[in-house]
């Protein structure tokens, strides 16, 4: 089957690399920046519905041999312990042998105890918590539904994993108040011995529609980054940070870079409930005044295959496609970029078929300006007059 070139989608080829599982959408705290409306729902994915899904997605064509399993959509942690165990048996017993599959959990850490740590261990599980930085960025934004801070249990989340010896990087959310101290934030991860970092920009994505980086704070976040650069340039082996990796792996390689997100069927989410999406995690679960929701199809009655030939699909297949277009025809950081994030289009410009936004001009141009300006200042001798124009 092919579902035809106008929504890019090849049967043939495996791509599915990452299937993002929603175990439940409810959240036990309440960030003022989250971006998913239904947090409050106590709803839950049962193990009949994970195994349609094991089914559905281990028969599908576009099964590559590598599958990350990410738990998120809500604080993955709010279920219990014992339906995971079960859960992460019933995939182990369905997956193809040959299936290279690792699991990964999004947390905010609260509720992360001897057990989990050990459950993490046993099952090599990729961990992040959602921390920061110190207690009083954290805490503004990231608090309960009573408006405590939730800082110190994020914390005891990090001493608890390094005491069991689990491995776990922190995503940050920077925000305005974040960007006016690297150096703070810088010594914040190396004092506590955590020594990956990824970050996050406060978004305007599907229930957060306002952001304290948007307007006129590109020039801080441009200082930020550089200064950020600098200090874990000056400090090789102390902290790896994801988008100087990234940006660093692609000025090495010169490949092109391939976002997943404008990849149809490269990410597969499923909610709890057994909706099928694909494209941006976030748009699972969103709705938008043009398209309603971004379930394309249910776990009970399509086959991936299937989805890819359903209308839904492929009217959000063809604008998205319409938008890396524009993006390759139009921006000089395509190569890296791979056309950005659609649901960031979506929800600043209403649509997927456009290029530049906040989000693409903060998390991918000015990184790799900065990266490339942070490496030609660092390893320039001293009488060398700085050269850089930024990417071809
Ligand atoms: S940086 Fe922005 S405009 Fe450029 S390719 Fe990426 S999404 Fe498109």
């Not at 690792?102 to 850490?109: L, R, S």
Request: contains cysteine; proline residues 5%.
């Amino acid at each position: 089957m092919a579902a035809g070139s106008d929504t890019g989608v090849d049967t043939a080829t495996g791509r599915l690399r990452l299937l993002v599982l929603q175990p439940t959408p409810f959240c036990n705290i309440d960030c003022s920046y989250c971006y998913l409306s239904n947090r409050g729902s106590a709803a839950r994915m049962s193990l009949a519905t994970l195994d349609l899904v094991c089914r559905r997605v281990f028969e599908s064509p576009f099964l590559a041999g590598e599958l990350e399993v990410a738990w998120h959509g809500g604080e993955p942690l709010t279920v219990p312990l014992a339906w995971y165990e079960e859960a992460a048996a019933l995939i182990a017993a369905r997956r193809p042998a040959s299936l290279r599959l690792t699991h990964a959990f999004q947390t905010n850490g609260l509720l992360v105890n001897e057990d989990w740590a050990r459950f993490f261990g046993r099952t090599g599980a990729r961990v992040g918590l959602s921390i920061d930085g110190p207690a009083d960025l954290h805490d503004a934004k990231r608090r309960t539904r009573r408006g405590r801070g939730t800082h110190a249990g994020a914390m005891r989340a990090v001493r608890l994993l390094q005491d069991q010896g689990v491995a776990f990087h922190v995503i940050t959310v920077l925000t305005d108040r974040a960007l006016d101290d690297p150096d703070r934030l810088f010594d914040f991860y190396v004092r506590h011995g955590i020594s990956e970092v990824g970050f996050n920009i406060e978004e305007i994505e599907g229930a957060n529609t306002a952001s304290s980086l948007a307007g006129g704070n590109e020039a801080k976040y441009r200082d930020f980054i550089r200064r950020f650069f600098a200090l874990v340039w000056r400090s090789p082996g102390v902290l790896k940070v994801r988008e100087f990796e990234s940006a660093l792996g692609y000025l090495l390689s010169d490949e092109p870079v391939c976002d997943e997100q404008n990849e149809p069927f490269a990410i597969v989410s499923v909610s709890h409930a057994g909706d099928i999406s694909t494209f941006s995690p976030e748009l699972l679960g969103a709705h938008h005044p043009r398209f309603g929701d971004f379930a394309f199809g249910h776990i009970a009655g399509h086959a991936l295959a299937d989805v890819a030939t359903a209308a839904p699909f492929r009217t959000v297949s063809r604008e998205i496609r319409r938008g890396v277009d524009a993006c390759r025809r139009d921006c000089r950081y395509f190569r890296w970029c791979g056309g950005g994030a659609p649901a960031n289009k979506l929800f600043e410009t209403g649509r997927f078929d456009t290029t530049e936004t906040m989000h693409c001009r903060l998390t991918r141009q000015v990184v790799l300006d900065e990266v490339i300006a942070g490496m030609e200042a660092h390893m320039r001798p001293a009488n060398m007059p700085d050269a850089y124009v930024g990417p071809a």
